[in-house]
């Protein structure tokens, strides 16, 4: 008895680590209204660190929208506007189907995470848009491995192989100055 109870608290820890290595999504709308996406480093009830996709810029902020820390164009004291988190809910790596509309974590092979938006899918395929680069990939599964078929204007070639796709939660407001309105909970506007 005391064996079987371990091994499931063990098996539960194990998936707690996996999760926790996968990176939330956050998009913030700045002073100026523009939009850039970014993973969430570490966050805590009234801060926030983020590394944005675009620039690899490194930026802290409070609970109050106060820009903490910058190592981006940003400075130090300016307000944002607004700041959205989506975290990792499950693996969707093994399944054969992915559905349209969904947001995505993608880890490819060389480590690098980013998040992307599907918008069509076939049986063992899926096309979807990097907002950060606005390029467009074709994903395909083979066998058992996921790897890029195509790109528009993308980094990675064909064949680059994905090690982890995740699904993301519906987003939720880390920070808002009121000004912003939201008519569906899934979208935000594109990255200027």
Not at 47 to 63: A, N, T
Not at 120 to 146: E, I, L
Request: include cysteine; charge should be positive.
């Amino acid at each position: 008895m005391k064996k079987i109870t371990l091994l499931v608290f063990f098996t539960g820890f194990i998936f707690q680590l996996t999760k926790a290595q996968l990176p939330s999504e956050s998009t913030v709308k700045f002073a100026d209204g523009k939009f850039y996406t970014a993973k969430v480093i570490t966050e805590t009830t009234d801060k926030i660190k983020l590394q944005f996709l675009h620039s690899q810029s490194i930026y802290e902020f409070s609970k109050s929208g106060v820009i903490l820390s910058s190592t981006g164009k940003y400075p130090k004291g300016q307000k944002i506007k607004m700041l959205l988190v989506k975290a990792p809910l499950h693996s969707l790596y093994y399944q054969s189907t992915i559905d349209a509309s969904d947001a995505l974590g993608i880890k490819f092979s060389d480590g690098q995470v980013y998040f992307c938006k599907v918008s069509s899918v076939q049986a063992n395929s899926f096309y979807c848009t990097f907002p950060h680069t606005r390029s467009s990939y074709t994903m395909v599964k083979s066998g058992d491995t996921w790897k890029v078929f195509s790109t528009d204007t993308g980094t990675y070639p064909k064949g680059h192989v994905l090690v982890e796709i995740y699904k993301l939660a519906k987003r939720r407001l880390f920070f808002d100055d009121g000004s912003n309105v939201f008519p569906d909970a899934d979208t935000v506007p594109d990255e200027n």
